[in-house]
């Protein structure tokens, strides 16, 4: 077994694992056991999605990590959801399977620069999308996710004067839903922002009758030519009940195995990126996978800790959020 210190320096467990052991079985076992509970998010591997007891976007990942009542909660995804479950659970244990499983959004607004910018715009409440560091969340009012940021603005007085981070390309669209003029941090997420308008367009021509479905962390170039923008509960949501037959998504890659499952029949394209390499994966979502996730439920590491006193203060914009989605019906 791995000591703490090499789990802390590496990211992850690197023991070795007997080949012929059935990971699915031996999860399952451990789960009991310790009675824990596995979140997912959808741009999980297909293997964790299987195994998930819940997958979600980010507001349902948010919610059923309040309700658990696991004694750990082992997050399939990245470092600031795990963190935000750790916020909402103070007293449970919060694992991660790969501890530097991190987020090119959230990096791009460190706490420090964030609080200058603050300061700027005394009169401003502060909204942060989920995906930042617990840090930052601790420094604003309210946080939304993708599937409610539209409606929680829209709850606030119209005369509110709004800081919106940290991502630039869905607070523009947000700002442009709701009509209102909010000041945008520059973060963005360095997947949704590899999409090529030009390839994806080419490839319409080429099937007219899909739908293009978009993640609103896409550039405004890419949301022109969607036909339906949402969380990615929404896109998989929308891709179900449309009675369209194919689909163009511009999301993270892990969302088709869902789509996939549910929709037998339907055919569904990732988006072109414009990187080299052609594909639509998140570097740090993808730093999880079955082995690792069994690794850290047997050795109980790594865990996410969050200090007391950021959890006093981020648990407030966190629990806001809750409450106004629950009376939304969101
Ligand atoms: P949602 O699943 O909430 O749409 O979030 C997308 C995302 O980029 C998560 O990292
Ligand atoms: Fe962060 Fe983007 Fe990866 Fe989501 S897809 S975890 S926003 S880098």
């Given at each position: ?306 200090p007391a006193h950021i959890i006093k203060e981020a648990v407030k914009p966190i629990e806001r959020m809750l ?8």
């Open positions: 077994m791995n000591t703490f210190e090499e789990i802390n320096v590496k990211g992850f467990a690197d023991e070795y694992i007997d080949p012929t052991l059935d990971l699915f079985a031996e999860i399952d076992k451990l789960k009991k056991e310790k009675n824990a509970v596995i979140l997912a998010h959808y741009y999980q591997e297909g293997d964790i999605q299987d195994i998930a007891d819940y997958i979600g976007d980010s507001l349902g990942l948010s919610q059923q990590a309040a309700k658990t009542d696991a004694d750990i909660i082992v997050f399939a995804g990245v470092h600031f959801m795990a963190e935000t479950a750790k916020i909402l659970s103070p007293d449970k244990k919060v694992l991660l399977p790969d501890l530097k499983a991190g987020c090119s959004l959230a990096d791009s607004c460190p706490p420090h620069l964030f609080r200058k910018f603050k300061e700027q715009y005394p009169d401003h409440l502060v909204i942060t999308y989920v995906n930042c560091t617990a840090e930052l969340k601790a420094l604003s009012d309210i946080v939304c996710t993708s599937s409610n940021a539209v409606q929680i603005v829209e709850s606030l007085p119209k005369d509110q004067k709004i800081i919106f981070g940290p991502d630039r390309n869905l607070g523009a669209w947000v700002a442009k839903k709701t009509g209102r003029d909010l000041v945008l941090w520059n973060g963005a997420c360095m997947v949704h922002e590899i999409f090529s308008r030009e390839k994806i367009t080419k490839l319409k021509e080429r099937h007219p009758d899909a739908k293009i479905l978009a993640h609103p962390e896409c550039e405004e170039v890419i949301l022109e030519l969607a036909d339906y923008i949402g969380s990615t509960t929404g896109i998989l949501k929308y891709a179900t009940n449309s009675p369209a037959k194919e689909f163009i998504v511009a999301t993270e890659s892990g969302i088709m195995h869902q789509m996939e499952k549910d929709n037998p029949d339907k055919v569904f394209i990732p988006a072109p990126p414009n990187n080299l390499c052609a594909c639509n994966d998140c570097p740090h979502m993808k730093r999880n996978t079955l082995e690792k996730l069994y690794l850290c439920l047997k050795n109980e590491m790594p865990e996410v800790e969050v409450e106004i989605s629950a009376k939304l019906g969101l």
